[in-house]
């Protein structure tokens, strides 16, 4: 069974920074493509942006291109999301999903930007 | 980005059909490939993937889902509708990058 399980949200004040894991199971993680998406409260969804196989190529959205990074450990099935300089808009559930066309969805853990 | 709109809430009746629309700003097809894909939300859940490029069915989806459109114009049907369709449901592209969703449709029970 595939399995995408998400930690690390937590609250962090404006201008902070936090890292997000996504621990993946029940398919060979090294083969796929893997994304993060938001979602803000009451709101639509958001693509964050992406990565390779190996991790050698990332894309990301311009509204958070140069704060966040994606990478990905391939021995440890982990993809990561470091956030830096955190704003209030910020604030949303984060997704890791199975490619772009997103076949598998992690549960989401939520990141609240707040002083 | 292109901009996918879609209608903000929809009420049906129970075994009846529901058709959700998606308009693209741009067209989100290559050759024969329309780069359009479904999402059902659920409450206080992760999104599904409900239908891939427009009108394929993934996995485990019953068959009461379709999808069908091309170009700029696509649209999801249920049918018939039940109780646990009652859901939100997103469009997303991949044409172009960033890939975006719409803003989403409220099933309701009318």
């Known amino acids: ?75 440890k099935s982990t993809l990561y999301l470091q956030m830096s300089n955190v704003k209030s808009d910020d604030t949303a559930i984060y997704y890791c999903t199975r490619t772009t066309v997103a076949d598998y969805w992690g549960q989401g853990v939520m990141v609240t930007v707040s002083s | 980005d292109i901009v996918l709109t879609q209608s903000p809430a929809l009420a049906v009746s129970l075994g009846q059909r529901a058709t959700i629309s998606c308009r693209a700003s741009q067209s989100v097809s290559i050759s024969r490939y329309n780069l359009m894909h479904w999402y059902q939300q659920k409450p206080g859940q992760q999104p599904k993937l409900l239908i891939y490029r427009a009108s394929n069915l993934a996995s485990g989806i019953p068959a009461r889902f379709s999808g069908s459109g091309s170009g700029t114009d696509f649209t999801l049907t249920i049918n018939p509708v039940q109780a646990d369709d009652i859901a939100t449901y997103y469009c997303q592209q991949s044409r172009e990058s960033p890939p975006t969703f719409g803003g989403g449709t409220k099933l309701e029970l009318k």
């Open chain 1, 1 to 75: 069974e595939v399995q995408l399980v998400e930690s690390g949200g937590s609250l962090v004040q404006p201008g902070g920074s936090l890292k997000l894991s996504c621990v993946a199971s029940g398919f060979t993680f090294s083969n796929y493509w893997m994304d993060w998406v938001r979602q803000t409260p009451g709101k639509s969804l958001e693509w964050i942006g992406e990565i390779n196989t190996d991790g050698s190529k990332t894309n990301y959205a311009p509204s958070i291109k140069d704060r966040f990074t994606i990478s990905r450990d391939n021995a």
